[in-house]
């Protein structure tokens, strides 16, 4: 068994022990860091939330929260790690005892009860307490925390349709993190009145040095094996000689499979720090995302330039969960249910397949073949995901599930429409949670490509888009809601959408 190193709370830590199916949460525990905790492990509650320090540009790093339940020790083999214990010491005055200035505010504000949530909130507050933009949104940056009161700090929504306090925070960065006893009014207090981090914090100098780069990695025990190769080259000669290995990245889904389903993978591939994987490239045609780039990452870096884009990213899971999931993992896993597959189909986005043997693009909507399959064959990876520029003007991304947030869709639906002069020049309509694959809406398109951009026009392909796929029965949803809610996504689209008179008259 190879050893891992990790840098914990500003110590190197030996990984003596650590499994290629040990969690970074059992190992940290392990370690006497009790701080993060069990909740659901699925990523959805967020007590086991620590910082994890990521590139963010050239020559720096960005603190960024993760959870902990979902990803192997082993992928974070030459990283560094903070978890709740470590805040205090190295955000306030240096001292032990010390609290940081999140955790200050958490318990001034009354925001902890039970204490199980805090650690992971904590973590998630802090990432947004360091995130380098929070400053210029904010109204008011520089008033000290005691200068404000929960009367104070009223929320507002910013282009991005967040809600942020005066200070800039965004709330969604707590969005993947659950409270069950204290009530998020106190949370939401200490979020809105934190002030900017002292110029001598040492988490926020830390921001001006870059990550630490991931060595390769091979952890083995127990005939299971875990490898980081160094690079795309090492891991197509991985993939030929075990072309059933498992792909991670984020982990998001893969670290589902473990806990939930005990799945215990011969050899799991770690490919989120392979530098091929992680390029982003905006030309005048087309952009390009890498696979093994976060969707965070993603969103900093496209900056608005893909609007319908800017509208799946808050519906995706949570925060903690776009810091780690990828474009890659959510279309290689086939999911009929994955949120980003439905909006790139409607983008009319392509895959990028790449081998030992070469690259080739294969249209999203091409791509799967039926239930979790597709056409990538054996030694083949997605490289990265081609989206046609420009955007449709009009766009929009409907995601229908239980809870407005951190949920899986019951149905989502993309739609991207050209509007040249009154009339529909192209639309395309991508479809999840109705078929064994998501799916394009060919016959509505037909309907309103080439017709006038009218209300009767969409009446019209809304009914038609109602009978598209092959929806069933199941616990988040009856088919026939299912269909429903098609035909509403798209007559919801026209009321946003619709022209001037057209939109007075529906009304």
């Known amino acids: 068994m190879s050893e891992i190193r990790v840098t914990v709370n500003g110590r190197t830590r030996d990984g003596a022990g650590v499994g290629p199916h040990t969690r970074l949460l059992d190992w940290l525990r392990g370690e006497g860091l009790t701080g993060a905790k069990e909740g659901c492990a699925e990523g959805e509650c967020g007590a086991c939330a620590v910082l994890v320090a990521r590139p963010d540009g050239e020559g720096r790093s960005r603190w960024t929260s993760v959870n902990a339940c979902l990803p192997p020790a082993a992928a974070f083999d030459g990283q560094e790690v903070v978890t709740a214990e470590g805040l205090g010491a190295a955000g306030g005055t240096g001292a032990p005892a010390a609290l940081h200035p999140v955790q200050q505010e958490m318990a001034f504000r009354g925001g902890s009860q039970c204490g199980y949530c805090t650690p992971g909130f904590v973590c998630s507050m802090a990432a947004e307490y360091y995130r380098p933009e929070r400053e210029a949104l904010g109204a008011d940056h520089g008033a000290a925390p005691e200068a404000q009161t929960g009367t104070e700090v009223a929320g507002e929504e910013h282009a991005a349709g967040h809600e942020c306090g005066p200070n800039g925070f965004d709330l969604h960065a707590l969005s993947g993190n659950l409270c069950r006893c204290t009530g998020y009014r106190p949370i939401r207090d200490a979020a809105y009145a934190l002030g900017t981090p002292a110029e001598a914090d040492p988490l926020l100098r830390r921001q001006d040095r870059p990550a630490q780069p991931a060595p390769p990695t091979r952890v083995e025990a127990d005939g299971a094996r875990f490898v980081r ?16 290995a498992q792909l991670v990245a984020g982990s998001t889904d893969a670290g589902v499979g473990v806990n939930i389903q005990h799945a215990r ?10 530098e091929q994987l992680r390029t982003l490239e905006v030309g005048p045609e087309r952009v390009e995302i890498g696979a093994a780039l976060s969707l965070s990452e993603v969103e900093r870096g496209l900056a608005g330039r893909v609007p319908l884009l800017d509208q799946l990213f808050p519906q995706f899971a949570s925060r903690l969960i776009r810091n ?9 896993t086939g999911s009929p249910i994955g949120d980003s597959a439905p909006a790139l189909l409607a983008l009319g986005a392509s895959v990028v397949l790449a081998s030992a043997g070469g690259e080739r693009e294969v249209p999203l909507d091409e791509y799967y073949t039926g239930y979790r399959q597709s056409v990538r064959r054996p030694g083949e990876i997605i490289r990265a995901v081609r989206i046609p520029l420009p955007p449709a003007r009009h766009t929009a991304f409907h995601k229908i599930a239980k809870r407005r947030f951190d949920d899986i869709s019951s149905v989502a639906v993309g739609i991207a429409v050209h509007v040249e002069a009154g009339t529909v020049t192209s639309a395309r309509i991508g479809l999840g949670g109705v078929a064994a694959t998501p799916i394009r809406a ?5 309907i309103l490509s080439g017709a006038p951009w009218s209300r009767d026009t969409v009446l019209a392909a809304a009914a038609a888009l109602a009978g598209e796929g092959t929806p069933i029965d199941d616990h988040r949803a009856s088919a026939r809601y299912r269909s429903a809610m098609l035909e509403q996504a798209l007559l919801k689209f026209w009321a946003q959408h619709a022209p001037a008179p057209d939109l007075e008259e529906s009304r």
Do not use: M
């Open 229 to 244: 190769p160094g690079s795309l080259e090492e891991l197509f000669e991985h993939l030929e000689r075990t072309p059933e």
């Open 265 to 274: 993978p011969p050899l799991a591939l770690a490919v989120d720090r392979l």
């Open 324 to 332: 780690a999931a990828t474009f890659g993992g959510n279309l290689g």
């Open 442 to 446: 060919h016959g509505p398109e037909r």
